[in-house]
């Protein structure tokens, strides 16, 4: 069984940024894809889908396809309180895999 969790400042972040931009969407987890580190889970706004699960979580709708539920397992999205690198952090019980590159510009083969 998937799960789906909002820490609470997470969710008081959200409503006060869709509040000052006065938006009324829906809030997709979607993958997005990565450079070297590979895909990674983010949020976009978005209307539902045949395909999503709809969760609400105090008078906000996530939403997220099925397959990538089932795929990533139980997704957690939380606030990061870190001054000016301060963000969300969406993350999975199971690894999204994929990343590494072909070349390494530290050894100076980047071109």
Known sequence: MSDFNVTDLAVSKLKEYMA???????????LMQGG??????????????DNDTVFENNSLKFLIEKDLLETCGSIKVEYHDAGPRSGFG?????????????????????G
């Open 20 to 30: 000052q931009n006065n938006i009324d969407s829906a809030l997709r987890v979607a």
């Open 36 to 49: 070297c580190s590979g895909p990674s889970l983010g949020l976009a706004l978005d209307e539902p889908k």
């Open 90 to 110: 969406i993350t999975s019980a199971k690894p999204l895999g994929g990343g590494g590159c072909g070349g390494s510009c530290s050894s100076g083969s980047c």
